[in-house]
């Protein structure tokens, strides 16, 4: 019996590219999870602490700024984007990269949720969202490929995940 399986469903998250970790399953879940774990532990995320709390507050007094109407989901989730950008490379990106990552990821999540709905049903079925979901997803990798190039050409020691993932990668 294997403990971490999820089934072929879960495949559907990845359109095809890669499989990121919540999508894997078995030993290779297993695997890459317990790399990745002392990035989770507490010493880890004490260290990131102060970047999460001032990116926090920061939404919080946007809002209070704010004379309009607010759609507070949307907000909560630009918040919630600021501290993980933050979680993955230590430095602040402009508040316009917030958003679009928050549009991106809504619309591949709708997309990947979808194709987790239809998996298994006749191909001649629509896929709803496959091609938004899909463009999404590439933009996503994209920016976060970006990312990951401008790390590699200037190195630096941060407590961020992308520090430990390229020290994994190693």
């Given at each position: 019996?294997?403990?971490?399986?999820?089934?072929?469903?879960?495949?559907?998250?990845?359109?095809?590219?890669?499989l990121?970790?919540?999508?894997r399953?078995?030993?290779?879940?297993q695997r890459?999870?317990?790399?990745?774990n002392?990035?989770?532990?507490?010493?880890s995320?004490k260290?990131?602490?102060?970047l999460?709390?001032?990116?926090?507050?920061?939404g919080?007094?946007?809002?209070?700024?704010?004379?309009?109407?607010?759609?507070?989901?949307?907000?909560?989730?630009?918040?919630?984007?600021?501290?993980l950008?933050?979680?993955?490379?230590?430095?602040?990106?402009?508040?316009?990269?917030?958003?679009?990552?928050?549009?991106?990821?809504?619309?591949?999540?709708?997309?990947?949720?979808?194709?987790?709905?239809?998996?298994?049903m006749p191909?001649?079925?629509?896929?709803?969202?496959?091609?938004?979901?899909?463009?999404?997803?590439?933009?996503?990798l994209?920016?976060l490929?970006?990312?990951i190039?401008?790390?590699?050409?200037?190195?630096?020691?941060?407590?961020d995940?992308?520090?430990?993932?390229?020290?994994?990668?190693?």
């Amino acid at each position: 019996q294997d403990l971490y399986a999820k089934g072929g469903r879960n495949r559907e998250m990845a359109f095809g590219g890669p499989l990121a970790l919540p999508a894997r399953d078995g030993e290779d879940w297993q695997r890459v999870r317990q790399k990745m774990n002392p990035s989770f532990q507490s010493s880890s995320l004490k260290a990131m602490h102060d970047l999460m709390v001032s990116d926090i507050n920061e939404g919080i007094d946007r809002w209070t700024a704010n004379t309009t109407r607010l759609d507070l989901q949307y907000e909560f989730k630009q918040i919630v984007m600021s501290v993980l950008i933050r979680l993955m490379f230590t430095d602040r990106v402009p508040r316009q990269d917030v958003a679009d990552l928050v549009d991106n990821l809504t619309e591949y999540g709708s997309g990947m949720a979808w194709r987790m709905i239809q998996h298994g049903m006749p191909s001649w079925i629509p896929r709803r969202y496959a091609i938004k979901g899909g463009r999404a997803q590439a933009w996503l990798l994209r920016y976060l490929d970006a990312r990951i190039a401008e790390r590699q050409a200037q190195p630096r020691d941060t407590p961020d995940l992308l520090h430990h993932l390229l020290d994994l990668h190693e």
